[in-house]
């Protein structure tokens, strides 16, 4: 199956810092990628769907401001959480969606984000 | 949009017991996806269903998805060990048309934990 890889899998901040997390597609082109969100023992949330060369769509109730993301390759999406803060702390997980339609969602190992 | 009422939230089992989560919806849906996620690890597909009453099996996994195409379930027969995790239903969004769009709906996801 497809590889999709994010980086950095932990990260702990402070306050009123921004961080900045990859999800890269290793061996295919990815038009579209998707980040969720998921709270411990909860589900994974949509937050906002990223497409190559144009703008993100963001879900209802996600700040664009906040939640920055950036789709300049195929093969790259970055989502940079703005001024985070302790209740920003949670698990984003990326996934990717090739060219070709597949139907199965490839995720990436998701990144632990924890604000202090 | 599509969305699933996942039960139980939690199952708790002895090794060897079988193990049933189950996937509800109010519309008639296109099609359910079934996810498996490891604790501190991220969503691995499974296996998808789109055909009215179909059955999949996966050696010990056996999947459904209902005549009505409302309602899907994962058994697990024998359960082991290693079958701990959270399991997800999915809906996959579609475009008008059929074509794979790659936005997908979580149900709340069912939380397995196996006894020894």
């Known amino acids: 199956g497809a590889v999709v890889s994010q980086h950095p899998s932990w990260v702990i901040c402070k306050s009123g810092t921004s961080v900045k997390i990859e999800c890269r597609s290793l061996?295919?082109?990815?038009?579209?990628m998707f980040w969720y969100r998921q709270f411990p023992k909860q589900s994974l949330m949509l937050m906002a769907t990223?497409?190559?060369?144009?703008?993100?769509?963001?879900e209802q109730g996600v700040e664009k401001d906040k939640f920055l993301i950036n789709h300049a390759s195929l093969t790259l999406s970055t989502l940079t959480v703005t001024s985070a803060h302790p209740e920003d702390s949670s698990f984003y997980i990326c996934?990717?969606?090739?060219?070709?339609?597949?139907?199965?969602?490839?995720f990436g190992q998701g990144t632990r984000l924890t604000v202090v | 949009g599509q969305q699933v009422m996942q039960i139980p939230q939690y199952q708790h089992v002895q090794e060897g017991e079988d193990f049933t989560t189950y996937c509800n919806s109010s519309?008639?849906?296109?099609?359910i996806q079934w996810y498996k996620q490891r604790p501190g690890g991220h969503p691995v597909f499974l296996i998808q269903l789109v055909k009215s009453g179909e059955v999949k099996k996966q050696k010990r996994l056996t999947f459904q998805f209902g005549e009505a195409k409302k309602n899907s379930s994962l058994h697990i027969t024998a359960t082991q060990t290693t079958d701990v995790g959270t399991y997800f239903c999915a809906v996959l969004l579609r475009r008008a048309g059929g074509t794979s769009y790659g936005k997908l709906t979580f149900g709340q996801g069912t939380i397995l934990t196996v006894h020894p």
């Open positions: 996934s990717a969606k090739g060219r070709l339609g597949n139907t199965e969602a490839f």
């Open positions: 990223s497409n190559e060369g144009s703008k993100a769509t963001y």
């Open positions: 061996d295919f082109q990815a038009t579209t």
């Open positions: 519309t008639t849906l296109s099609n």
